[in-house]
């Protein structure tokens, strides 16, 4: 598959990346690992004028710890940051996620701050622009309708990070570097819910860092696949116990990864926090399972991944 | 639109290049240096047919552009051989029958490549999780595992 025209361009600092940026009247793209942006492009989802290489500006890479805290450096592949000591020792539903994500040639070459930022999906919207034009566009397309739900009045895509959920339950922060500033918030704050634009970072804006706070928890990652790699999450649970309180991160289903928190972490609080999901969960037929299975997962895949905890939570 | 120059080192030979500023890697091992091994099937990233190693390191060349890897080092499956020799990844593949249609068979090499190089003595259940990053459609996998063990035990 060919990719379409574009110019590339290679920024040493984020202000050389920020100033190529407007240059192109925000035509543009930031391209780290590119295994989420290539075949994006590939399909004819987005054109830009120019892409905009940031692998070569060395703060975005570095993994640092500082105070109480991670400081992790968006361009630092998922493989490295699963090989930190600390994550392993300490954030084991952030290190069970960042294993199942995908497979170890794309961790290899995918970034962190990629996996967070990757778009939503959709069984009708991930496709080439001759099946996408015969098909009629969408909304996320920039068309008048969905192509899932009859009469719906939102996009339906699923996001599908493995990471943000269990950033969400250990407390990360993200900071966001723009033409406007610099601004630190709360990972679950990156997402508007909407899956047209699943992201509330303006054009232009770079996530500069993400700040994760190191303090001994238990936790797990559970996902529902078709395949045993190289999957998106067709639901995925991650949890994380600290203090004798939990958060619940679910993610595969709606535009953006939801959190639950559990006061105290007994049977009756985890069935509670299941039945919820369970509501809260809407999954339309836009993967490649039915809606009403990956529905019943998200109680379930919760319910296993405490389970998995109380017995010590390996995979 | 302007081309960009590229230097770039394949299988210990450097090599200058004018490239598109759109080309994958892919495009410009197959069609420009004519190594043909690296093979492409989904061109998404979702199958490992065309996993070369970059700096040591097995990654997807068609989801790399061109321009991005100006100055690193590229291994494809042609740059294996020593001395005329096959590698004994190769010689072990070979042996085993790990191959039937063969068009995964050079990711899957060059997948199994990158694991030996940052680990000398893998386990199993370390190459499965390693071989896993590539799809093959014949073999149901088996005879892959057992190759790589034994090129591992060889080359040990």
Known sequence: MILPKFEYKKARTIEEALEIYSQYNGEAFYLAGGTDLVPLLKHRLFNPKVVIDIKGIEELKTITKKGGNLLVGPNATLYELKGTPEIQEKLPCLFQSLDATSCETLQMRGTIGGNIMQNTRCLQYNKSLEWRTARGFCYKMGGKTCNVVLNAKACYSNYCGDNAPSLMTVDAKARIVGPTGEKTIKVEKLFSGDGKEPFTVKPGEILKGIIIPLKETKGAYEKLTVRGSIDYPLVGVAVTIKDGSAKVGVTGIGPCPRVYELKEVNEKEINNIADKAYEDAKPVLNAVLTPAYRKKMVGVLIKRVFKRIEKGGSR | ?156
């Open chain 2, 1 to 156: 639109m302007k081309t960009v120059k590229v230097t770039i080192n394949v299988n210990n030979e450097k090599i200058k290049l004018q490239v598109k500023p759109y080309e994958t890697l892919l495009e410009t091992l197959r069609e420009r240096l004519a190594l043909t091994g690296a093979k492409e099937a989904c061109s998404l990233g979702s199958c490992g047919s065309c996993t070369v190693l970059l700096n040591g390191t097995p990654v997807r060349s068609c989801l790399i552009l061109t321009p991005e890897v100006d100055g690193a080092s590229i291994t494809t499956i042609e740059g294996l051989k020593e001395d005329g020799k096959l590698h004994p990844l190769q010689e072990a593949f070979m042996e085993k029958g790990a191959v039937q249609c063969g068009f995964c068979t050079s990711g899957m090499i060059m997948t199994a490549k990158g694991l030996l190089n940052r680990n000398k003595k893998p386990s199993r259940a370390e190459i499965i999780k390693s071989i896993s990053s590539n799809i093959c459609r014949c073999t149901g996998y088996k005879k892959i595992v057992e190759a790589v063990e034994e090129a591992s035990k060889k080359m040990a």
